[in-house]
């Protein structure tokens, strides 16, 4: 146990299930500390009950989206001072394998950083909340961290949402001085496979001017790397989002997963639960 960890889990199911991916997400967790909150909006109660020995559980009306149950999460933690890392996560993933995805929470905290698993810098550099630690007491007890959750309002706007809360959270703490990284930080051999892959989905376009041309691989760093870089993420840290699953919105050519998804019965069962009704 890692009585340092703190957790809160931010789940959302229009009929109230948490996917069997996500209870062992869950039980990987409480392994970890005992200090686990789950929010969700409307959990089914028989759902809540298995959840229960792993987590203190709390159900909530739904509005605010899933920043809202962060900071009720935090305030459930009670007193922060004897934590070096909190992670916030929510149930926007499909995790493969949550032994792997916790080793990027694993090891002692050196210094104080806001760290996402990954980052986007389109609009604004910022870590993707969907999972994101905030680490060392000096940031967890600074007065920022304190005005940025006390500050907080229930905006039900999805698009408010992400210019005030996703992006602002960065914003936020970088101004105050907080280095704002990540885990999974691509190389220019990964930004080069998510530029070829935006240009075959027609996100971009290149005007050749002359037949050889440079290309200046950082400004890639636009592309969300949860669509663009998604089987790197998937073998690294064991996660897919689920968007990328239900929707695809970049039109990027997911052969590969699907390939998996008919070689591997239980991969393609556990996505099934993971997404399903």
Known sequence: MNPSLGIVVAHYHPKGRVAADLKELVRHFAGLTDRVVFVSTGIDPAQARELESFAHVMARENFGYDFWSYKLGIEALGDLSGFDRVLLCNSSFFTLDPALLCQSIAGEVEAPALRGLTMSSERVVH????????EHPDLILSPEFAQWWNDMLPV?????????????????????????????????????????????ARRINFVEVKREFGVDLETFRTLNPTHFLWDTLADRFGILKHELITRNPQGIDLTLLQTRMIADTEFRQRIADAIGD
């Open 156 to 200: 039900s706007d999805r698009q408010e949402v992400i210019e005030r809360y996703e992006l602002g959270m960065s914003t936020h703490f970088a101004k105050a001085g907080f280095p704002v990284t990540a885990c999974f930080l691509p190389d220019y051999g990964e930004l080069l496979v998510a530029m070829c892959r935006a240009v075959a």
């Open 127 to 134: 870590a993707q909340s969907y999972w994101v630690s905030f």
